[in-house]
């Protein structure tokens, strides 16, 4: 990197201690910038308004507001309001929460499998799994990421949410399982990405009190950046002149009230609106203002502004398939905090001793009683229990664990399209799970390695030897996981198997992808003014999870973007 942007850096630090003092674990006074819609002007100017204060957004806004004035706009509320709410205990009970006011708003994909996508401050860090682990060289080369940068983004976020996990008896003797099963070597505790089993990091702390995105707003100016709660935004507002290059103005946002706002740019030409609303949000808000393919535009009635056919295009989930299997021996609760790293392209993960919601943990009570009466040896006391009461297998923990098998890199892409007008509702989305053979054999290759490990010798004290593979698969298979048809040898071939019980692990991206839809610094191609910065951009998911490089990526740009403003377009060198 050249002198330049050195000397840029070391002003972004003396403006930090300036209003944060010498201590980076001091928190800032971010309660005093962050309001509720309603509270906002009708009219008001900013140098940088972010869409989303998710992941990216967060991170983005927050360096950013070191040297210009920034807007955050957030569909959601915030995770502070209720502290223990994301929690590490109450991870299932968010996910599967439908009230209104929920962290995750529900959906399901064309091809019927139940999602779920963040609408709070923090976005998808609050109600994720916690697990911290950085993007594998590769990604980082093909998105033509400076690599000093980027690992000084990771540290800057580090230092904030990261910590190790415990490793209790439970998700060791899982890991001890997967290298039993051949996931070798074992690599210890590490943030890089390493083939192998490797213990990663995670944002809940010794307590369990997870820590998110949001907190990251902690190293913000409060003096120059102001976040809005509950504001929708509907669209985008251009300029369009003849023979000028489109340029975004700003947007129009909706309070929870239903009363609508205006949040224009200053004139200042460096100023810019940044989409970072995620693979879902940022495709539906780009074809809401009218950039993306113009028959389905013009299908609602939208203005084109620009025809974009990539829109909304090469939109991929990681499929995901599980095993739960029940414990004779007391479990801990834990998150993730190990991965196994195939080199065929398959992560297992797991977690254990997890709540479920009061009917989600009688589905699963049934499920297994039901396969537990087809089994010849039910002579403990368990599981005559279970028979003739399904509920006294689980209360609303699970005495046992989760595995999860997720798919690399998949080649099967799916699309988005607008189901309607209205940027509160998700639009239609189909992933084509498995559509590639090759994404259906590495799933196939995962559950098998998943299996071994569990029947291992180290796992043993953790599993019901009368409970055979196949009872596990079966199991699965009578669960309303998903809304797709069960074949009758669903629980006898794996591909079967993949194929009718696969789930999300909440890893879409895509939609928005670099080099279709933006360039290099993430700018809107045909557009000026306008930047995508979030996972929509990404063609591979990063890592084995993705948060910690999304939020990587909002500093790596915000740094990016300011060295633009004030010394002129960054120089790789």
């Known amino acids: 990197m050249g002198f330049e942007f050195w000397m840029f850096l070391s002003l972004v630090y003396v403006s930090h201690f300036h209003f944060h003092g010498l201590s980076l674990a001091e928190k800032a006074p971010y309660y005093s910038f962050v309001h509720e819609a309603a509270m906002a002007p009708e009219v008001s100017f900013y140098d940088y308004i972010i869409i989303g204060g998710g992941t990216a957004g967060c991170p983005l806004a927050a360096t950013l507001s070191e040297s210009a004035n920034v807007l955050v706009l957030e569909r959601g509320g915030s995770p502070y309001e209720n502290p223990s709410k994301p929690d590490k205990g109450n991870f299932f009970p968010n996910l599967l929460d439908v009230s209104p006011s929920s962290y995750a708003q ?5 091809d019927g499998v139940y999602n779920a996508r963040a609408r709070v401050l923090g976005g998808g860090s609050v109600i994720n799994a916690g697990f911290y682990s950085r993007a594998e060289p590769e990604f980082l080369k093909q ?5 000093a940068l980027v690992n000084y983004s990771y540290q800057w976020v580090e230092k904030k949410i990261a910590f190790e996990p415990p490793m209790l008896q439970w998700q060791s003797a899982l890991r001890d399982g997967l290298l039993e099963a051949g996931v070798l070597p074992n690599n210890g505790f590490t943030f890089d990405h390493i083939y192998g089993t490797k213990i990663g990091g995670t944002i809940f702390d010794g ?11 902690e190293y913000a100016n409060p003096y120059r950046i102001k976040v809005y709660l509950h504001a929708t935004v509907e669209k985008i507002i251009f300029e369009t002149k003849v023979f000028s290059r489109t340029r975004a103005q700003g947007v129009v946002f909706e309070d929870e009230l239903g009363k609508k706002h205006w949040a224009l740019l200053t004139k200042d030409y460096k100023s810019e609106v940044i989409l970072s609303a995620g693979a879902l949000g940022s495709p539906q808000l780009l074809m809401l203002s009218g950039i993306g393919p113009s ?3 013009k299908k609602f009635g939208i203005r084109v ?13 990681n499929p995901l398939n599980v095993l ?5 021996s007391p479990v801990e609760l834990s998150l993730v905090s190990f991965v196994g790293i195939t080199r065929f392209g398959s992560y297992i993960e797991a977690c254990s001793g997890i709540s479920f919601t009061p009917s989600w943990s009688r589905n699963v009570a049934k499920a297994l009683a039901a396969i537990l ?32 098998e997720k798919v690399k890199d998949p080649i099967s892409s799916g699309y988005l399209e607008l189901r309607n007008m209205n940027p509160r509702d998700n639009p239609k989305v189909t992933f084509n799970y498995f559509q590639a053979p090759e994404d259906l054999m590495k799933c196939v290759h995962g559950v098998k390695i998943a299996i071994d490990a569990v029947y291992s010798k180290s796992f043993s004290n953790f599993r019901y030897e009368i409970l055979s593979a196949k009872a596990l698969l079966e199991l699965i298979v009578n669960l309303p996981l998903n809304q797709r048809p069960r074949h009758l040898t669903s629980a006898f ?30 700018r809107v191609l045909g557009v000026e003014a306008l930047r995508i910065v979030d996972g929509s951009t990404f063609t591979s998911s990063p890592g084995t999870n993705p948060q910690a490089t999304v939020m990587m990526l909002g500093r790596y740009m915000g740094l990016k973007i300011l060295q633009e403003r004030y010394f002129g377009k960054y120089r790789k060198k």
């Open 106 to 110: 529900e959906f399901t994909s064309e």
């Open 143 to 147: 998105a033509g990421l400076n690599e």
């Open 207 to 217: 307590d369990d009190h997870r820590h998110t995105a949001a907190d990251l707003l």
């Open 295 to 297: 028959q389905q535009l």
């Open 305 to 317: 502004v620009m025809d974009q056919p990539m829109v909304g295009q090469g939109l991929v989930d």
């Open 324 to 328: 739960l299997v029940p414990s004779p």
């Open 373 to 404: 009466n087809q089994t010849e040896q039910s002579s403990t006391k368990m599981f005559q229990e279970g028979i003739l009461n399904p509920e006294s297998l689980l209360d609303t923990r699970v005495r046992g664990g989760i595995i999860f």
């Open 493 to 522: 071939s794996l591909e079967k198997f993949c194929m009718d019980t696969v789930m999300t692990i909440w890893h879409y991206h895509g939609g928005c992808r670099l080099g279709k839809v933006v360039d290099r610094d993430y």
